[in-house]
């Protein structure tokens, strides 16, 4: 009897090991996956913050120094824009499109240029054209977001003429972060 109480209660001490050695397990695994997705989530917020800057184009003769700083507050990012010919600070808004592209945008920035959509344009006379209501210049730049990189479309083309920041003589602006 004794040599069976002896095995019984090794068997209820390794189910009791068992046991105890299976319960922690699960608490520290839930909490591992939380701590890396929130510290993960806030790196790619932070990520946007920083300061972009233009770099020099060898192809282009044209001088187009351009600046932003984007800062992380509590209510979301703001802007501070530096041309040769002005400053310029605002809320800057971060979006991702449903393809997952992202995109920031400058808020109260208005355009230099803004002569519309020119492709429907039929042959008028002088007299039509002048009673046509002048267009309203669109406010806010709007900059994709790739790796540290802002890209702006800065001017459009001859079916839609516009530019955005008369500054700068490039078609695509570069801002790379420092």
Same mark, same amino acid.
């Given at each position: 009897?004794?040599?069976?109480?002896?095995?019984?209660?090794?068997?209820?001490?390794? @189910?009791?090991?068992?046991?105890?050695?299976?319960?922690?397990?699960?608490?520290?695994?839930?909490?591992?996956?939380?701590?890396?997705?929130?510290?993960?989530?806030?790196?790619?917020?932070?990520?946007?913050?920083?300061?972009?800057?233009?770099?020099? #184009?060898?192809?282009?003769?044209?001088?187009?120094? @351009?600046?932003?700083?984007?800062?992380?507050?509590?209510?979301?990012?703001?802007?501070? /824009?530096?041309?040769? /010919?002005?400053?310029?600070?605002?809320?800057?808004?971060?979006?991702?499109?449903?393809?997952?592209?992202?995109?920031?945008?400058?808020?109260?920035?208005?355009? #230099? +240029?803004?002569?519309?959509?020119?492709?429907?344009?039929?042959?008028? #006379?002088?007299?039509?054209?002048?009673?046509?209501?002048?267009?309203?210049?669109?406010?806010?730049?709007?900059?994709?977001?790739?790796? #540290?990189?802002?890209?702006?479309?800065?001017?459009?083309?001859?079916?839609?003429?516009?530019?955005?920041?008369?500054?700068? +003589?490039?078609?695509?602006?570069?801002?790379?972060?420092?």
């Amino acid at each position: 009897m004794k040599s069976a109480d002896k095995h019984f209660f090794a068997f209820f001490m390794m @189910i009791l090991l068992l046991a105890c050695n299976n319960k922690p397990k699960p608490v520290s695994q839930e909490k591992n996956p939380e701590t890396i997705a929130t510290n993960s989530t806030n790196k790619n917020e932070e990520s946007i913050a920083g300061f972009y800057e233009t770099q020099p #184009d060898p192809n282009n003769t044209g001088e187009c120094k @351009i600046s932003v700083e984007i800062k992380k507050e509590k209510n979301g990012y703001t802007y501070f /824009l530096k041309t040769k /010919l002005r400053k310029l600070k605002g809320i800057a808004t971060f979006t991702t499109n449903e393809s997952g592209e992202k995109y920031l945008l400058l808020e109260g920035i208005k355009w #230099d +240029d803004y002569e519309g959509d020119l492709g429907n344009e039929d042959e008028n #006379d002088s007299i039509t054209e002048s009673e046509s209501p002048a267009l309203e210049i669109p406010v806010g730049i709007d900059a994709s977001y790739t790796k #540290d990189t802002l890209t702006i479309q800065n001017y459009g083309n001859s079916m839609n003429s516009y530019t955005k920041i008369a500054e700068c +003589d490039r078609k695509y602006i570069q801002l790379i972060k420092k």
